[in-house]
């Protein structure tokens, strides 16, 4: 993922919290905070309005936090720079082990983590061991999996996956935010 190449603790530390999950959710926290605030009350009206519905105090210290006017204050623009900033890292950091994970069948796994898979099954093939490899390729195929093979000591590893494409939801659902 996203390394950051910097003597300063300072900067790897702000580009951490930056691209961090839990930060982008405290933004979008805030910002759907603020979105409700700025549904419930009015936005751009008259002064004299905000007086007679809230009386002067209210009124005034609504307007000094921009309020009324929440989607163009400065401060929401601000927190919604620092959540493109953040969903832009986090794009950043999940493409190059997203784009790895496309490419990698999962060949190198040793024979005992196999088993760990939820999805795994252990068979020994009958002396036409072709013909049925070629037919369990062809199901498998069909149903939309693809497949790998590699020849180990132990016999001959078949591994298949499907769904690779759903990772692109990940990367379209932030770039969208972005």
């Known amino acids: 993922g996203l390394e950051v190449r910097t003597q300063s603790r300072v900067v790897r530390a702000s580009v951490e919290l930056l691209s961090s999950m839990r930060f982008a959710i405290s933004l979008l926290t805030v910002?759907?905070?603020?979105?409700?605030?700025?549904?419930?009350?009015?936005?751009?009206?008259?002064?004299?309005?905000?007086?007679?519905?809230?009386?002067?105090?209210?009124?005034?210290?609504?307007?000094?936090?921009?309020?009324?006017?929440?989607?163009?204050?400065?401060?929401?623009l601000v927190i919604l720079a620092f959540l493109v900033i953040s969903t832009s890292l986090c794009i950043a950091r999940q493409t190059p082990k997203i784009l790895h994970d496309w490419k990698d069948a999962k060949l190198r796994v040793r024979e005992q983590s196999l088993h760990a898979y939820h999805h795994h099954a252990v068979a020994d093939w009958g002396q036409d061991a072709l013909a049925t490899r070629q037919a369990l390729a062809e199901r498998l195929a069909a149903q939309g999996w693809q497949l790998k093979e590699q020849e180990r000591e132990s016999g001959r590893l078949l591994a298949s996956r499907k769904g690779k494409v759903h990772k692109l939801g990940y990367l379209a659902a932030h770039g969208a935010i972005v």
């Open 31 to 76: 910002i759907c905070i603020a979105s409700v605030i700025g549904t419930v009350l009015k936005q751009r009206e008259p002064l004299n309005n905000y007086i007679n519905e809230f009386g002067p105090f209210w009124a005034e210290l609504f307007g000094r936090l921009d309020l009324f006017t929440v989607y163009s204050a400065p401060w929401f």
